[in-house]
């Protein structure tokens, strides 16, 4: 079954650095998405991406987040400057257009677990 | 009021209970509805999708009323394989502009 690939799974980084969280989604899938899960909360909406620009962005997403599809098959999450609060677990999705019925075919990759110190 | 609104458990049965899980959601022009599975600091997994005139799969069954605002999910016959966090999911809209809005979840231990 075709999976969409997060890397790395895990990441620790000061306070202030720059991260680059990496997804590779399904080869044929058109729309993308992060989503984010602080521990112990529920999983919320970061951004959406279609057609190489951003369709929507939560008020989560603020300057301090980019997304970019550098190649055609990565989907890249940067957060500029980490923040404490940023620790959490952070999801790419992907999918297909589809019915709302069938959930689109949205596909979530495993996530990587994103520690600020 | 929260988008998406689940009683948070936990939810302890012993195997073979029934279990229901419920759930409200705020925004009437949502469109479509899910419950999803998640287990410990997984990825959230869809279960299946929630039709208005009601599904079943396998031991799952899910009810959804339009005019209540409110989804339900039935487990019969609980394993301890059923053991996770039920996450009820909203998908407010299609398109380019489809989201996924997720309830806090509601965890599920099942027991010997």
């Known amino acids: 079954e075709p999976e969409v690939t997060q890397t790395p799974s895990h990441q620790v980084t000061q306070m202030g650095q720059e991260v680059i969280l990496r997804c590779v989604p399904i080869s044929n899938h058109l729309y993308f998405y992060w989503y984010r899960q602080i521990l112990g909360q529920k999983v919320e909406f970061l951004v959406s991406f279609y057609n190489n620009e951003i369709s929507e962005k939560s008020e989560i997403f603020d300057d301090q987040f980019s997304v970019e599809r550098p190649d055609g098959s990565n989907f890249t999450l940067k957060i500029r400057s980490t923040k404490l609060e940023d620790s959490a677990m952070y999801f790419c999705?992907?999918?297909?257009?589809?019915?709302?019925?069938?959930?689109?075919?949205?596909?979530f990759g495993s996530g990587t677990r994103l520690t600020v110190v | 009021r929260k988008e998406v609104e689940q009683d948070p458990g936990p939810f302890n049965v012993p195997e073979g209970a029934t279990v229901a899980f419920n759930c409200t959601y705020s925004?009437?022009?949502?469109?479509?509805f899910f419950w999803y599975r998640q287990d410990c600091r997984k990825e959230p997994k869809l279960l299946m999708s929630?039709?208005?005139s009601g599904n079943e799969d396998g031991r799952f069954t899910a009810q959804l009323n339009r005019a209540s605002q409110y989804i339900s999910l039935l487990i019969r016959d609980s394993k301890l394989s059923d053991s996770a966090t039920y996450l009820c999911v909203v998908n407010r809209r299609g398109g380019t502009a489809s989201k996924l809005t997720f309830g806090t979840g509601t965890r599920l231990q099942v027991t010997l």
């Open positions: 929630v039709y208005s």
């Open positions: 999705a992907s999918r297909v257009s589809g019915t709302p019925l069938s959930n689109y075919g949205y596909t």
């Open positions: 925004n009437s022009a949502s469109q479509s």
